[in-house]
């Protein structure tokens, strides 16, 4: 038996995202025990020696304002006057985001800050050597002073600095560790009483007085007072069960940023052939693939930054976007289960909209909420629900393998079958009546009151053609049975990202009807054993006559609706039956200058998504049997 006594460290992490105004800031606080072994002897500053593991605990946190500082010496620098995150991207700073500081004390620059290397550089051209004693050493050669020293020795990135206030990268986790540490107190520090609260060696010599105390919430949202001003949140947990405090953390932030310019404007382009046959209700439609929190990640979009990925930043410019068209009918995809009830419904209901969602069927990523799914919204004043459905396709497959092929989903062929078609991909599908019909009218005698709307995203692995074809099959099959049950020539609209190119056998069942017995993506070669999931083609069929609105509209496809540094292609479609529905118009996409005047690619510090949101108004024609 090991008569050792255990040690462990206690750790505490605390990180924050770049703070934008009006976007909120939430602090992510984790502290953690780790037992440790005779060979680690030395501890970060911010973690501490105990016996015991961490017991548990709460967090409370107060914000601080800092003073406003001076973003870069050099005076024709744009961000010396403005705070706009598009200024402030690595795009707009050449790369780096990193700031830099002169030491070279013979300069004039002599700690100047620059917001980066391009910065100093064009300073470094106006500077001068400032006179000061000089020590002369006599060498053989006689007196001798040492040279001025070069452009790189001049230069001092402030990574892994905290001395100096007009450090401009976000420090992440720095500062104060466990409060027994650096003259804090041990635990047991009565509740309320904040150790080091704004202070030490965070200030880089500016006086305590000069960081303002403004919040004791666990968020935080930056407002105009706070914009080109850094904020410090400091996080203290807790123990749950006597209350003394057990260690505390404080962070500094990058200078706080404005909010966005407005979304640029989508002009809408009127479809010119749409002339004659009654006068129906109009609606604005759209469908956005939204970008889910849990794919924006550095490692797929290394050329955003970290802070333009987090979720609250994107969220506010997704929100305009949507609001700034003012839709009827909005169909958006990778809606975050968890998004959908914090941010997404409660701000569409304040902006007279109510909806419904739809989750995929695979198990969340970790935490309850962290899959995505279809959203379906449409205005209050316009619509209002009559009937909404959903469809699962993991259920859709189950009965294609067990009723159709008659196969045993125990058997080898059965389960392979299953395996391949079982995506965890949904579809949305409701039928909204207008709120305000129509009157009869001598052009309009039999006024169409209701639309069906569907919403998808279905497969997204380029590898997998014959699972997208199926579901889009199984996508309208579902769609055909529903409407001849009402025994009505009712409108739909089939909205959302396809994941197919104009080029794919899916876009070949939508708009033709029929998938040619050529076509590759029916003519697979599965050397890995896979099953053929498919039909004979003379079964890939559906009876819908169906247009696409911006086919129709522009009387091209566009370029592209997914614009990445990896792909730039069309995946998003807005189809229509064009024997009830008609295409007014539509929001031609943005062309890649426009695209990347603010970044590389997809999302950036302008657009939200990787995806582009397609917009059309459209019409009913009268004249059906309802």
């Known amino acids: 038996m090991n008569s050792k006594e255990n040690v462990y460290a206690w750790h505490l992490s605390l990180r924050v995202d770049r703070p934008v105004e009006g976007c909120t800031m939430r602090p992510h606080a984790y502290m ?39 973003p870069c010496a050099f005076e024709g620098c744009p961000r010396r006057t403005s705070f706009s995150p598009h200024d402030w991207s690595q795009f707009a700073l050449g790369g780096t985001g990193c700031g830099l500081q002169c030491v070279s004390n013979r300069s004039s620059l ?13 300073a470094w051209k106006t500077q001068f050597t400032v006179p000061q004693p000089q020590s002369k050493w006599e060498g053989p050669g006689g007196a001798f002073t040492p040279h001025k020293r070069t452009l790189s020795s ?67 949202i930056p407002g105009p007072a706070d914009i080109g001003r850094k904020l410090k949140v400091e996080a203290v947990a807790y123990s749950q069960e006597t209350g003394e405090m057990l260690m505390h953390r404080v962070v500094k932030t990058d200078l706080v940023l404005s909010r966005p310019p407005d979304p640029i404007k989508r002009n809408l382009v ?37 802070w333009a990925l987090s979720w609250d930043f994107r969220f506010q410019n997704l ?73 699962e396709f993991n259920e859709l497959a189950q009965r294609q393998v067990t009723q159709v092929m008659g196969l045993n989903i125990r058997s080898e062929e059965g389960a392979a079958t299953l395996n391949r078609l079982s995506r965890d991909n949904v579809a949305q ?61 009712l409108p739909l609209m089939i909205c959302g990202d396809f994941n197919s190119t104009p080029d794919t056998a899916v876009y070949d069942l939508m708009s033709r009807q029929a998938v040619h017995p050529g076509h590759p993506d029916v003519n697979m070669n ?4 896979s099953p053929n999931v498919l039909p004979d083609t003379m079964n890939l069929t559906h009876s819908f006559q169906l247009g696409s609105v911006y086919s129709t509209v522009l009387g091209e496809v566009p370029k592209f609706t997914n614009f990445t540094a990896q792909f730039k292609g069309v995946l998003d479609y807005m189809w229509y039956t ?49």
């Open 32 to 70: 953690y025990g780790k037992k440790l072994d005779e060979r680690e002897a030395n501890l970060p500053s911010h973690s501490k020696r105990f016996p015991n593991p961490p017991p548990p605990h709460e967090f409370s946190y107060r914000w601080y304002r800092g003073p406003k500082v001076d």
């Open 110 to 122: 002599y700690k100047s800050t620059f917001c980066n290397s391009n910065c100093f550089v064009q």
């Open 154 to 220: 001049t230069m001092s990135s402030d990574v892994g600095s905290n001395d100096d206030e007009t450090d401009l990268r976000s420090v992440g986790s720095v500062a104060s560790g466990a409060s027994s540490s650096g003259g804090n107190g041990p635990p047991g520090t009565p509740r309320g009483i904040i150790v080091g609260a704004g202070g030490g060696d965070y200030n880089g010599g500016i006086e305590e007085e000069e960081w303002t105390e403004i919040s004791n919430d666990q968020i935080f």
């Open 270 to 306: 009127t479809n010119k052939a749409a002339g004659g046959g009654g006068g129906g209700a109009r609606f604005r439609a759209v469908t956005y693939n939204c970008l889910a929190e849990i794919y924006a990640t550095k490692q797929q979009y290394p050329y955003c930054d970290l």
């Open 319 to 391: 929100l305009r976007e949507i609001m700034d068209v003012g839709p009827d009918v909005v169909c958006l995809q990778e809606v975050q289960a968890d998004h959908y009830e914090t941010h997404f419904y409660s701000a569409m209901a304040e902006a007279g909209y109510e909806g419904v969602y739809k989750q995929k069927t695979r198990a969340s990523m970790g935490l309850a909420g962290k899959v995505d799914g279809c959203a379906l919204f449409w205005r209050r004043q316009k619509f209002h629900l009559v009937e909404s459905y959903s469809i």
């Open 429 to 489: 599908l409701v039928v909204l009546e207008l709120v305000q019909p129509p009157s009869l009218s001598r052009s309009n005698r039999d006024p169409m009151n209701q639309v069906c709307i569907a919403n998808t995203h279905l497969y997204s692995n380029k590898d997998f053609p014959d699972v997208k074809l199926w579901q889009s099959w199984q996508l309208l099959q579902e769609l055909e049975t529903f409407v001849m049950s009402r025994g009505s020539n």
């Open 526 to 529: 599965l050397d890995d054993g």
């Open 578 to 626: 064009a024997s009830n529905l008609r295409p007014l118009s539509a929001a031609p996409i943005p062309d890649s200058t426009v695209l990347t005047k603010y970044g590389e690619a997809l999302p950036s510090t302008q657009f939200p998504s990787d995806h582009i949101m397609l917009i059309s108004d459209m019409q009913i024609i009268s004249g059906g049997s309802r």
